[in-house]
């Protein structure tokens, strides 16, 4: 695949950004011709397949490689006993945003499916077969599994790095304080992000170069990474992800077995693919881990909450930190004078969870957004009066303002376009025939982070240019969307526009996550037009022959590939002919995309979700019959990706809410539902109705750009409606997700 | 993969003396191919059948005769299922995905194993998969496992939706084998589980399933519908469903039927509850008591007790939608709980 993206099947009315644009790379993906890291096949590619664990814990006792290397087909099979060495153990953290991962250091087993041997052969099967022949033997024992066959513990950071605990106000005097208090208890179960692209990689080496094909969400950082564990110089590493199947969190980070592909390459000296199962994707990749969550509201007469407090219990591995932070999505939400939010940790033998579809937000949204509803009813508020009568005009966790915050609009639109206000508070009054109905609602809200990004622009003599950033496109569309900002810095229409991205040898664009890539990366390819027109003016203004000489302090815009003189538009002149005059072929500049200093404003996308449900009485079974939000997140850069974005985020909400859900049998830590038959996820027919709206939403503080972030907004405050809908339906309250039929009979 | 020999037979002579012990038949292959994939079954020669003279659907004595490898997307769209065994096409097109539909075939879909996660998990001790090792789902996850005619050397369920709204039908099934022809009730193929083991083979080894003959359905053609729970609305199995067909005439119950799924090692034929029907007003309380007796011994094999509530009331929908009668358009989601009630 090339890492230039042919322009075609858009259709664009005026400028770049803003534009519904479709797809750049669209035609690509419908005609197959977009290329996937399993789908090269380099001249001598071998097959490795990975042999994992059949018990959580313990060790292997014996492998038969005999048996497995005897197979035809099978070239060489890697143990403990035999793998060669990484210059880093896959033990150590090498960085913030690593994991221990299992790259056949020993012979432990911390989870069931953890990577326990790497086949390597001439065809798929034969590894295959040759993974089945190895027949481990165990020395095993009990497995400790979920939220209650675990160890609790106290974890010093949560997510990545983060303070487990938040206090703000006194929280003990709020709550005596106060009139009424609430308490609720709910249960989110381990979810596995199923990327339909499973985790890839296919290895190469030349001589002591190394170039890989593998889906990653952060491909500098990736670099990195296998060159300090592989001990080997990163400028000899190239690595390709032009397009992820998917992403959800599960791709940001190396594991495992990605290392020992690489190094198996080197010593076979044979090009080396390997595509996990989809039942291998249950472990050694991340999750979203099961959490128990109790949040106790305290509130005043006036319908005021006094005091928050949110706990989370969350499942993490035996062997690493990572707990899922639920209960900070309490913090900046609802208006409140204390607020209180901990974790607690539970080590169990899975597989460790990481970061999954809006990792703590989504999840903490869940049960956050139902405690509010609790009280709501109780206090006999309709729910959105509920809201906006605690709707936050600072923030609460750090008393600062909001960037901007056009949350009220949000609910407001979303709430005519659903027809709120006919909603009856009682729960069990509305009916569709013998279907029972219920309406809820809940608000989304997702933080606006920047990381690091970097690009190059260059500006050709015809006139048109290139840009360059490492990019990743996971589906969100960073094909189309950057490459419309990009064209915007430069000047130009974005066909003269060739975008260079997805790959490792471009400047870092750092990671597509946390719904901050968008702003990030295209900050940094504006910067990167604005330098390079800015060179341009500079020609132009300085030479006597440019019609812009002389136009100094009034300055120049760039326009339709031409620079125009700001204080006489009929002055103007096309970038090829200052190229041309001032004798330069080339003509480039660097950006770079990032926040600058500690923020000073809370920043924060936001919306309001409101659900319609239709439940069967006797049988339980739910049918979310509409689903309409509305949501404001900054600049939208394309309403059409956005759209795209926020849709796909509510139908997570609907997965989350009534689907999904992994199961381990507790007895031996295997899972009874690792495949996609018995792991639900929405289908069409789940989704009759749905719509995602845009608020118009200025931002000057989130960046310059004004971008904030639509890729994890729409899970949060979806789950919760969907939740309170089933409540107003049945009058029963979810206490655990997902909903199943039998909790409603 | 294990190394296996693939053979395609060109007569059913050869695919039956080709079909025996380690031998496997193998029609769409959306199940077997799967079993092989994760290692629960190991055939070492594989006889594909689809190229055998089994794809047709003749009308036979006013019912059906149908290939073995008649695929179930055209089963579903054939005319005569719809005008007369609808509950049939109910059946067939909530189940699995249209391209799944494509591509498995009517023989397969009876043969089609249990969906239980532990059958699947060639490293859990399985009476089915290896007879005396023991049920790993006894004391594990028991959502999809059965409430009725269980033991406890296993307590799985058969998965299909076809198979229930045959054995409302008094659908038979044909087989060919080293012995002749022989016949068996569809209601009665799947074994049910015995105290030691999960009871014989339904196929001795070299038979086939060449036919299955649905009979005339008489006066039940247009009081007939199939209805499934689940949580995803379509590309999930069953966790309880129930087919159903009545006969009615001057507001009288001549004959009654009603089959369970998802509840038993086959599809649960409730002969009691239909009896109790014959000669009565097809009523709610009449449907009530009727599943009361489609129920009787149920009794949950885990944490699934939920699954006994839950089967009675879908045996009541699918009672109470037949006597409505069958809508003379399949609904565009067949089979859900929520037809009619809302969009699609
Ligand atoms: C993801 C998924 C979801 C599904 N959902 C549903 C659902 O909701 N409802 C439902 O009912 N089904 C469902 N199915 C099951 C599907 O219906 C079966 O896999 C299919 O019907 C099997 O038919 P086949 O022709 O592909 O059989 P194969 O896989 O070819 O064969 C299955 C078995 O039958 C044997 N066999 C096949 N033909 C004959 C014959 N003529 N004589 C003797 N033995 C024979 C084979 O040897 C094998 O043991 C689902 C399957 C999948 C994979
Ligand atoms: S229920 Fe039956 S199929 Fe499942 S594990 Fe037990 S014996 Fe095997």
């Known amino acids: 695949m090339a890492d230039v993206m042919n322009i075609q099947g858009h259709v664009r009315l005026g400028s770049n950004a803003g534009q519904s644009m479709t797809r750049r790379d669209g035609v690509l993906k419908v005609t197959g011709r977009a290329t996937y890291a399993a789908d090269n096949r380099p001249e001598g590619v071998l097959h490795a397949v990975t042999a994992t664990a059949g018990i959580a814990r313990g060790r292997v006792t014996h492998l038969d490689t005999a048996a497995a290397e005897a197979h035809p087909g099978v070239v060489k099979v890697y143990t403990p006993a035999n793998r060669p060495d990484l210059a880093v153990s896959p033990d150590e953290k090498i960085h913030g945003f690593a994991w221990r991962t299992e790259a056949l250091q020993d012979d432990t087993v911390r989870y069931a499916g953890q990577p326990i041997a790497l086949v390597v052969a001439e065809t798929l099967e034969a590894a295959t077969e040759g993974s089945h022949l190895l027949a481990p033997r165990y020395d095993a024992d009990t497995p400790r599994i979920g939220l209650d066959g675990g160890v609790p513990f106290q974890p010093e950071t949560i997510s990545i790095g983060r303070p487990p605990s938040l206090e703000v106000g006194d929280i003990d005097a709020a709550r005596t304080g106060a009139a009424r208090h609430f308490e609720t208890v709910i249960e989110t179960p381990a979810q596995y992000h199923n990327a339909l692209e499973p985790h890839a990689i296919t290895a190469q080496w030349t001589g002591d170069r190394l170039e890989i094909d593998t889906p990653n969400q952060a491909i500098g950082l990736a670099k990195q990474s296998f060159a300090a564990y592989l001990g080997v110089n990163p400028a000899h590493i190239l690595i390709r992800s032009p397009f992820l199947g998917g992403g959800f969190g599960s791709k940001a980070i190396l594991f495992g077995a990605q290392l020992l592909v690489a190094l198996a390459a080197k010593d076979l000296d044979r090009p080396i693919k390997l595509a996990l199962r989809r039942d291998q994707m249950y472990g050694p990749v991340g999750h979203r881990p099961a959490t128990r969550q109790t949040l106790k509201l305290d509130v005043d007469t006036r319908g005021h909450i006094a005091a928050l407090e949110h706990h989370t219990i969350a499942v993490a591995s035996s062997f690493d930190d990572f707990i899922e932070n639920a209960s900070n999505a309490s913090h900046s939400v609802y208006a409140t004078t204390a607020l209180r939010t901990t974790h607690a940790g539970i080590r169990a033998d899975t597989g460790t969870p990481g970061p999954m579809r809006a990792p703590g937000e989504a999840t903490g949204s869940a049960a956050l957004e139902v405690a509010i509803d609790d009280a709501a009813y109780a206090l006999g508020f309709d729910p959105l009066e509920f809201r906006l009568r605690n709707y936050a005009e600072t923030d609460p966790a750090t008393g600062m303002q909001f960037s901007s915050k056009a949350l009220r609009e949000c609910y407001a639109q979303a709430a005519e376009a659903f027809g709120w206000q006919d909603r009856p508070l009682e729960p069990g009054s509305m009916k569709q025939g013998r279907l029972l109905k219920g309406w809820g609602m809940g608000t989304a809200q997702f933080p606006c982070p920047m990381f690091q990004a970097a690009a190059h622009a260059t500006l050709r003599a015809d006139g048109s240019a290139v840009v360059e950033t490492s990019a990743a496109d996971m589906g969100q569309g960073a094909w189309t969307s950057l490459a419309q900002i990009a064209a915007d810095g430069l000047g130009i229409d974005i066909d003269r526009l060739e975008f260079r991205s997805g790959q490792s040898n471009l400047p870092d664009a750092g990671v597509a996550g946390g719904s901050g890539h968008t702003a990030t990366a295209g900050t940094a390819l504006f910067n990167a037009g604005a330098d390079t027109i800015r060179q341009l003016a500079e020609l132009a203004l300085n030479d006597p022959a440019s019609p812009l000489f002389g136009a100094d302090n009034a300055g120049v815009t760039a326009r339709g590939g031409r620079l125009y003189r700001n204080d006489d538009d009929t002055r103007s002149e096309a970038y090829e002919d200052i190229l041309a005059r001032a004798g330069l072929d080339l003509l480039r500049g660097e950006g770079k995309g990032a926040r600058e200093g500690e923020p000073e404003r809370a920043m924060f996308s936001h919306g309001g979700v409101f659900a319609e449900v239709l439940v069967d009485p006797d049988l339980g079974q739910v049918r979310v019959s509409r689903l309409i939000g509305a949501f404001a997140a900054g600049r939208i850069v394309n309403p059409h990706l956005a759209r795209s974005q926020l849709l796909g985020g509510m139908i997570w909400g609907i997965g989350f809410a009534l689907q999904e859900e992994a199961i381990h049998d507790v007895r031996t830590g295997r899972f009874t539902n690792a495949d996609l038959a018995g792991y639900h996820i929405p289908v069409n027919a789940d989704v009759p109705m749905i719509e995602a709206l845009t608020v118009h939403e200025d931002d000057p503080f989130v960046n310059s750009l004004g971008i904030k972030g639509v890729g994890e907004l729409g899970v949060t405050g979806t789950v919760g409606a969907i939740a309170n809908a089933v409540w107003h339906a049945t009058g029963i309250r979810p206490k655990r997700f997902p909903i199943h039929p039998e909790s409603l009979i | ?344």
Request: proline fraction near 6%.
């Open chain 2, 1 to 344: 993969m294990n190394l296996f020999e693939y053979t395609r037979a060109e007569t059913l002579d050869a695919a039956m003396s080709a079909a025996t012990e380690d031998g496997a038949i193998l029609a769409g292959g959306t199940n077997l191919l799967d079993l092989m994939k994760i290692g629960v079954v190991n055939p070492t020669r594989l006889i594909d059948i689809t190229r055998l003279p089994l794809h047709d659907i003749e009308e036979h004595d006013g019912g059906l005769r149908i290939g073995a490898m008649v695929r179930n997307a055209d089963l579903a769209r054939h005319p005569v299922i719809l005008s007369r065994f609808p509950a049939v096409a109910e059946a067939l097109l909530s189940g699995a995905s249209a391209q799944l539909r494509n591509a498995a075939s009517t023989g397969g879909n009876i043969m089609q194993q249990t969906r239980c996660s532990y059958f699947q998990d060639p490293l859990s001790p399985c009476n089915r998969r290896e007879p005396g090792s023991g049920c790993a789902a006894i004391g594990g996850e028991t959502r999809n496992h059965a409430v009725l005619g269980w033991t406890e050397a296993c307590i799985a369920t058969h998965p299909s939706d076809l198979c229930v709204a045959l054995a409302a039908y008094d659908a038979v099934v044909e087989i060919t084998g080293p012995d002749g022809l022989r016949e068996v009730p569809m209601e009665s193929f799947h074994p049910l589980p015995d105290a030691n083991g999960t009871g014989p083979a339904p196929l001795q080894s070299g038979e086939i399933i060449t036919h299955i003959r649905l009979p005339d359905s008489g006066g039940m053609a247009r009081n007939a519908r199939y209805v499934k729970l689940r949580e995803r609305t379509s590309f999930a199995f069953a966790i309880v469903s129930a087919a159903a067909a009545l006969e009615i005439q001057d507001g009288r119950i001549v004959q009654a039927r009603l089959a369970l799924g998802g509840v038993a090692a086959r599809p649960w034929r409730a002969r009691t509850a239909e009896k109790a029907l014959a000669d009565q007003s097809p009523t709610e309380e009449a449907f009530a008591r009727a599943a009361d007796l489609a129920l009787e011994g149920a009794a949950p094999s885990g944490d699934n007790r939920a699954k006994i509530t839950l089967a009675r009331r879908i045996a009541i929908r699918a009672l109470t939608r037949a006597a409505a009668g069958t809508p003379d358009r399949l609904p565009a989601l067949p089979a859900s709980v929520f037809e009619g009630d809302c969009n699609g």
